[in-house]
């Protein structure tokens, strides 16, 4: 019982080392410089929803223990946006306001790009992350980001539920895809 209060479950060390390795894949300059998503913190989080997205939905075929993993790694996402919000000025009454507005984001975005990797339609997943990023309309071409995710989905599929329970987890190198060069 003392280990639940002061120490950390071994889900919990996962779950941290799983979402810090989304957040590290997420800021790759090579994503905003190279593919021009927008450097914002818009942009951030969107590139942030779309690896947990990656990450969810391959936990999705591993039952109770994928699910309790996707909790927890939500979890500290929230948490962190909750600490994102507040560090950029957010006052107490309006963090609630606006963590309501990220969960709708985050559902609406898992949905979306969970059916169209689900069925492998990478222009569909194209026009989707061109949406999200781009609500203005005045998108650039973001087929190496589409193709960079369905490229992490595969991946993603073969890595071992062991090793993802354990905290491992890899994405492709986007410098070594060849829609990056």
Avoid at 47 to 52: D, G, S
């Amino acid at each position: 019982m003392l280990s639940r209060l002061f120490g950390r479950s071994r889900t919990n060390v996962a779950g941290d080392t799983l979402y810090r390795a989304i957040v590290a894949q997420a800021r790759l300059p090579l994503i905003y410089r190279v593919w021009r998503v927008p450097d914002t913190v818009d942009g951030r989080f969107e590139m942030i929803v779309l690896h947990v997205v990656l990450l969810f939905r391959r936990l999705g075929r591993d039952g109770d223990s994928g699910q309790a993993i996707a909790q927890e790694v939500f979890d500290i996402f929230l948490a962190d946006m909750d600490q994102q919000l507040r560090e950029m000025g957010v006052g107490d009454l309006g963090v609630p306001k606006r963590m309501k507005k990220i969960g709708q984001s985050f559902y609406g975005r898992l949905a979306t790009y969970g059916t169209v990797l689900a069925k492998e339609d990478e222009a569909g997943l194209l026009e989707a992350l061109e949406r999200n990023l781009f609500p203005d309309g005045n998108a650039p071409s973001l087929a190496p980001l589409a193709a960079y995710a369905m490229a992490a989905a595969t991946q993603l599929s073969g890595q071992p539920t062991k090793a993802i329970a354990g905290g491992t987890i890899a994405f492709p190198d986007p410098a070594t895809m060849p829609a990056a060069a």
